[in-house]
């Protein structure tokens, strides 16, 4: 399965962070800022651009296969990570 697979697969788990306690009481954007930074740590900026009410994030997607399990990016999914099959990126809504 490659990535753009995966993130259609859990489409449904988009902002769904309810289904999981750990969830409920911590921001959703920060919990993916840390993921993403704890497994690619850089000196660069995690947002590398924006656009109309997203943000794109300097990660190459198709990394994260390789070093998250599937169920942590169903987590980030839950907190609103998005994979943008236009711009072949990571996103977020702002």
Known sequence: MNIEELFEKYEDEFLNYRVDPSLE?????????KMLNDKFPSHKDLISG????EIFLDVDPKELLSVFTEEEIVKM???GLRFSSEYDCLCMYV
């Open 77 to 79: 999914i839950r907190c």
């Open 50 to 53: 924006s656009g109309h009410e």
């Open 25 to 33: 009481k911590i921001r959703k954007d920060f919990t993916i800022f």
